[in-house]
């Protein structure tokens, strides 16, 4: 079940959040509040109620198109993966070409899924892996990693350390596909907590 906040409903609707929470006052959106005081609808809920006013479909949750960050230290790997996964037109796609770089980007761009390579030269994808775990504004983002480097038990220390899952290079382009697009739909407004976190920050200051 999907949960969405006034700030969500609000862009969603085109009116401001204050006239959302008149319409849950009023009774005309069915909400509830959370322990921190914070309105919520369902999506179902709102889909009737926008139904209820002749509004147009919603893709709710789908404004906003799945970010993908590659990191890799092989700029020709890096290039030839950005450049066929942005065949699919629905990815936004951008890259970093060391783990420092990428850990930067992971702040500033807020990918959906996380493509990364674990043995590169200077901050490993170990050390990336666990950084975006560790970080509570981070931590949905889903991790794939690639490499070519699978003795010494990589798979199983790449899950340990926060990977989604696991891909063997060199890569088959059918199978990365299937594991992006797998990831991306369980990452993309995945949980009610990252959609919640997400939604409210849209909201802007949004509190009750």
Known sequence: MRFLTTGHIASLCQVTIPTIKRWIREGHLAAFKTAGGHFRVTEDVFERFRSSLNMPPTAIGEEESPRLLIVDDDPKL??????????????????????????????TFRPHLLILDIFMPGLDGFHVCRKVKEDPATRPTKILVITGHVEGGAREHSLVAGADAFLEKP????????????????????????????????GKGETT
């Open 78 to 107: 890096l290039n030839t993966l950005a450049e066929i996964l942005r065949l699919d037109q629905r990815y936004k796609v951008d890259t970093a070409q060391d783990g420092y770089e990428g850990l930067i980007k992971v702040g």
């Open 171 to 202: 890569l088959q382009w059918s199978t990365l596909k299937t594991e992006v697009d797998r990831l991306v739909s369980e990452a993309h407004w995945g949980s009610p907590a990252t959609r919640s976190s997400r939604s409210t920050q849209r």
